[in-house]
């Protein structure tokens, strides 16, 4: 037996070391804000407005409806699942709320947005369903809901279009409107990545969801409910892209049948930007808002700094292969710091 | 020093479990006592994972009680087993690589402070408790991910400690640890004890068993066979029980003159995996490889065949040195294997049995390039024919056919090559009697053509009543070989089990 001071000197020789790895992993939300801090300052050194306050309104906006799909993917992307019909249920829900505002004018904002949570929800409930009753990947379920979903859409919508003009004030409102510069968009998204940062922290429903993703064969074992908890992230995932549809038509103003037609595309490339392990296990909300940020900046950078937009989704792609390969750089240094040394009975 | 008070904390009465047409348990039976702990060994199949797996919740038995304090129980799945107070530790640990140690332990049942959150301080403070307790030295706070595998089962044990379960049980807990991983775990299992706990500990190594159990029970064929405190036993007498079958009639035996050495293995090491093999299959002779599950046999076939590479040695066939890691090369050299699991690598599932028995011979079908489907079709219907391939059409997916009968599509497949060597890998786990047979006569056969046969199996009728010269191999390493003549189920069970004799 070793005295206890020894035994306290080894477990912090022991924590150091497991700082730096640790450090590594949560190095991915540093290092995203360090590349938003260079692409900003390279920015702005070529044209000073981009620190403009209505620019920045603009960045905070553009990014918050991204920020606000991307908590509910990486939810349903940590049990190493993933939901692509978001922008399609984002989409019909935008839809459905014009169309409510157009038919009775004098609704209460209460019900449009219940509406838009209902329609998100009951689309949840269907991947949610098909994914874990019938056992079929959800890659293929969601692609199929994509479609169906975006069918439905355009089927109701045809070449019709609900603008501003048809919506009240109140509402538009929340789309442009700002408290102390910052636009209600952007308060919002934070609002809602904090708290759920905070929650896939500390419940226990939240950690089943890490649980799952990192093994599911282990977390059956466990006595993880897998099945419900699955469907739980995909309800999530829906309810917020039935939301994100509302804020989406308060923020444009104008929708028709392609409302949101590939935000899927952009919201999984922020979650994988921002660190979000795409086979599920480990990432954070807040990284996967972080990544949403940065892609939406650099998108506005490039265009303050007359670059074709094409570049933009080029710059996005590499960007999101990067990320991968740094994931996967920094699995392979970390791995020896974690491997335990063989240690004798103490 | 029989601690036991008279009632059972747990009990399994005549448990029956079957999968499909397989019995995987006929009449399983267990009763583990507080401050005891019960060692149950079996050879490979004899349905002691089985049982433990309805222990823990994840198989119904199909009959039999489970009781628990005196009442019957039965689980539905693992959570139900978990509630009841009994936590398993299975010989793979089943951690989560990307939660910290602390909420491995946890998971599922993590204290909670107001509002129904995690208390994360308390977690990893009762953590840290227990680790100390154990005299363990592990943070609670960092992830799973590259724990050892000791490392990892302490977890496991802690994780049982922290549930409060009061029946314990190891799957082969020691199968990957090192001597000294091995002593601090029997430390624990010792602690455990005292403490009143029941603990169920199977294991394959009689040494451990007599170290540390109090009781032992034997499993033979998914059936209890018997139960005796530990003073009443012998290595011997355990390993009586363990085997003690008569020996069937059913090995057809075909004498052969082995010719000249076709397969030589020289100081074959991978490490980590098996260590400095060297043995030699003669055209005409049948060898087995025996030993436990986990001994290195079909790590050893597989390095031969040039699946996994290996780090030192040599394989050569009729004389030439074949490259490591090629399979590409064993193959031309005239290797085939028939491997263990013949639906995931043996055959292509979804493949029509046409394609499947050609689909080794493509070379000889080719024409121009193109496979024609005529001469693959009498290709197949003359391999499936000499083998008395029972099929419905030979268009059929090759998943139609039964255990047997895929077994002998398989075996076609490589015959067709006219292999020198072939490697058969477990050839008849899984299959009826009847096909049984005719496998076994097949492969003397085969032998009394010149061929040369390396057989791994772990029924050990099968290795004594085939074999020509037995292998047996032991945690990686060669432990001894038999001649036909000297061998019996007990010397084999001592050599696989580890007991080095002394030379007669």
Request: hydrophobic share 50%; glycine share 10%.
């Amino acid at each position: 037996m070793t005295t206890l001071a020894e035994d306290r000197k080894v477990v912090e020789q022991r924590r150091s070391s497991h700082v730096v790895a640790e450090t590594l992993f949560r190095f991915r939300e540093l290092g995203i804000v360090f590349a938003l801090v260079v692409v900003v300052a390279a920015t702005t050194i070529d044209n000073p407005n981009f620190l403009s306050a209505s620019s920045i309104q603009n960045l905070l906006s553009g990014a918050a409806i991204i920020a606000l799909l991307a908590i509910g993917e990486t939810i349903v992307i940590v049990t190493r699942n993933v939901d692509l019909s978001i922008g399609s249920v984002l989409g019909i829900s935008a839809y459905a709320v014009g169309v409510v505002y157009r038919d009775h004018p004098h609704v209460s904002m209460a019900v449009v947005f219940l509406v838009a949570l209902g329609i998100g929800l009951a689309c949840g409930i269907v991947n949610g369903a098909i994914v874990t009753i019938a056992r079929v990947p959800s890659l293929v379920v969601t692609l199929g809901t994509l479609y169906i979903i975006r069918g439905i859409d355009g089927a109701w919508a045809g070449g019709n279009q609900v603008n501003a003009s048809m919506l009240p004030e109140s509402f538009n409102k929340i789309g442009y409107g700002t408290v102390a510069g910052i636009p209600y968009l952007g308060i919002i998204a934070i609002v809602a990545v904090g708290i759920a940062t905070y929650a896939m922290r500390t419940f226990r429903t939240a950690r089943d969801f890490y649980a799952i993703g990192s093994d599911p064969a282990a977390a059956r074992l466990a006595g993880v409910p897998v099945g419900s908890r699955v469907f739980l992230a995909f309800v999530l995932s829906g309810g917020i892209a039935g939301l994100a549809g509302a804020f989406w038509l308060s923020y444009f103003g104008s929708v028709d049948a392609i409302a949101g037609v590939g935000y899927e595309f952009q919201v999984i490339a922020a979650v994988v930007v921002g660190g979000v392990a795409i086979f599920g296990g480990s990432g954070t909300v807040l990284g996967a808002a972080l990544g949403a940020l940065l892609l939406n900046t650099i998108n506005s950078a490039l265009v303050v700094v007359n670059v074709s937009s094409f570049w933009s989704q080029a710059l996005a792609g590499g960007l999101l292969l990067a990320a991968i390969a740094f994931d996967r750089l920094i699995a392979l240094r970390v791995a020896p710091a974690l491997r335990t040394r063989r240690r004798t009975r103490g | 020093m029989d601690t036991a008070s008279p009632e059972p904390l747990l009990s399994l009465e005549h448990a029956e479990k079957s999968f499909g047409a397989v019995r995987a348990l006929a009449d399983g039976d267990i009763a583990l006592f507080p401050g005891e702990v019960h060692g149950l060994v079996g050879e490979n199949g004899a349905g002691k994972s089985t049982l433990v797996k309805i222990l823990a919740g994840v198989h119904r038995p199909d009959a039999g009680r489970l009781v628990l304090d005196g009442e019957e129980a039965i689980f539905d799945n693992a959570k139900q087993s978990q509630s009841a107070g009994i936590a398993i530790i299975f010989q793979e640990p089943t951690l989560f690589p990307d939660l910290t140690v602390a909420e491995n332990i946890f998971v599922g049942m993590q204290p909670l402070k107001r509002f129904r959150r995690i208390d994360g301080r308390r977690m990893r403070r009762e953590a840290a408790a227990v680790f100390q307790q154990l005299g363990v030295r592990l943070d609670p706070e960092r992830l799973a991910r590259g724990l050892s595998i000791a490392d990892q089962q302490l977890v496991e044990i802690v994780k049982a400690l922290t549930t409060n379960a009061r029946v314990i049980v190891m799957d082969e807990p020691t199968a990957a640890l090192t001597t000294t991983e091995v002593e601090r775990l029997f430390g624990i299992v010792e602690t455990l004890r005292a403490r009143g706990n029941a603990v169920l500990f199977v294991s394959h190594r009689l040494e451990e068993i007599f170290a540390i159990c109090q009781r032992v029970s034997v499993m033979r064929d998914g059936r209890h066979v018997l139960t005796k405190p530990i003073e009443e036993l012998t290595t011997q007498s355990i390993i009586r029980a363990m085997v003690g079958r008569d020996m069937d009639a059913l090995f057809p035996t075909t004498p052969s003159e082995p010719g000249a050495v076709v397969l030589k293995v020289d100081r074959l090491t991978r490490e980590g995996v098996f260590t400095d093999v060297s043995f030699e299959v003669r055209g005409g002779e049948i060898v087995a490889l025996a030993g436990l599950v986990g001994a290195g046999r079909t790590e050893v076939a597989r390095a031969v065949f040039g699946i996994d590479r290996s780090d030192a040695g040599s394989v050569e066939i009729d004389g030439r040195r074949l490259p490591p890691g090629s399979p590409t090369a064993a193959m031309a050299a005239g290797i085939g294997l028939v491997p263990e699991d013949r639906r995931q690598q043996g055959l292509v599932m979804d493949f029509s049995i046409e394609r499947n028995i050609a689909l080794a011979s493509l070379d000889t079908v080719r024409r121009a390039g193109l496979i024609p489907r005529g001469a693959e079709r009498r290709f197949a219907r003359d391999w499936a024919l000499r083998l008395q391939l029972k099929y419905g059409k030979l268009t059929n997916p090759v998943w139609t056919l039964s255990g047997g009968n895929q077994q002998k599509a398989v075996l076609a497949k490589w015959l067709a090559r006219k292999p020198t060597l072939l490697i058969v890998d477990e050839p008849t786990r899984g299959i009826d009697v009847g096909t049984k047979a005719e496998v076994h006569r097949l492969l003397s056969e085969l032998a009394s053509q010149g061929v040369a046969v390396l057989m791994i199996s772990s029924e050990l009728p099968e290795v004594l009543g085939m074999a020509d010269r037995i292998i047996v191999l032991f945690e990686g390493r060669v432990m001894r070989e038999f001649a036909r003549a000297e061998a019996s189920e007990e010397a084999i069970m001592h050599a696989a089990t580890g007991i080095v004799e002394d030379a007669a």
